[in-house]
């Protein structure tokens, strides 16, 4: 079968409208939650921290982060690999000064320090561990599995957090508009559950990519549909549910099976406060692989190693451009040094090079 006629190309275009429509399913589960976040917010104070995990969240009012909140993709990565890491929790909104600490003006997050380097983008981080720890890799090998990974991590993107995305992106989330849009995301929804029950699942096979492993093209997808199906209130049972669309629901019980395993055998992150972990990522030399750290220069636009640029992803963040000097710009990794506020030490951030512009600060930018 080529890969333009595999069943996953389609579901790409599909998960590609799945991506937007769960935001508004998102912003009517938060709606309300707001102003008790809000006033929790006043109460808390500034949550503090930055290593290894940097991750989204509002303690809610018992306290603890949900599971809709983004950075559950990689927390589920590391636990079912088995890999320990350092982790910290953030305010879902600008500002946070942990990172400012670390000259990091890019808003999204997780992110993911490995020593100086802090990856950017989860597309990016699962990339990098895979590549650092490729004893018991998800990924597999054949070009078949790759192109349907690299599909699935293009298209499935990270879910929009709402609660301050209105001056991003310009669409209005008051409660009538999300109301009238609600039954068109749902019919949208619908449609995606029901591409991935009668085409990629209707051999009943059990994982993505078939066979008895779960893989990395597992973890890519299942997540919009793991957190649908785990939001109260979401999604109407009587046309999404384990009776009407029973094998990917399947699916999403065996990823659920298999992570509850994982986390009892993996000891859980400690957490640290800005200061803490600041301190720990500038402590450690700032590694440099020259081979890896290479400008392409043959670009159109001629960008230069070591000159002064701006980066931004293009759908959201426009007014929070990480500023830096250029490393390294290859087909896939975009690499900028900053920084810090803490004795002038620098730090290098990276990038994936799809999706994001590059600018030459005070002149033409590119989308790369």
Known sequence: ?????????????????LA?????????HIYNLEEHEA???????????HIGIIEEALDRLEGKATEADRGKKIHRYLTLRGIGYKQCVQLAVMPRKDLSLLGIRYRRIPLLAIGRHIYCDSRLILVELERRF???????DSPTAKAVEELLRRVVTDGVFLKDQEDLTGRSWDEASLQKSRPQALAEILEVFTVMETTLFSDDRDWVLGGVRLSLADIEAVWPFHWLAGLPGALPPGSISKDTIPKVFGWINRFDQKLSVARK????PRKL??????????????????????????????????????IWPVDSGLKHRQRGRLLMLTVNEIGVQTTTEVAGKTVILHFPRHGYRLQHVGGSDAKL
């Open 1 to 17: 079968m080529s890969f333009l006629r595999h069943p996953l190309t389609a579901l790409g275009v599909q998960l590609s409208a």
């Open 20 to 28: 937007g429509t769960t935001c508004l399913l998102r912003a009517h």
């Open 39 to 49: 006033r929790m917010d006043e109460l808390e104070g500034t949550l503090r921290g």
């Open 134 to 140: 490729p004893d018991g890799a998800l990924g597999q």
């Open 265 to 268: 055998r993996t000891a859980k």
């Open 273 to 310: 406060n800005g200061n803490e972990s600041a301190e720990q990522i500038l402590a450690t030399p700032l590694a440099s692989d020259s081979s890896r750290l290479a400008v392409d220069e043959s670009h159109p636009l001629q960008f230069k190693k070591l000159e002064e640029v701006e």
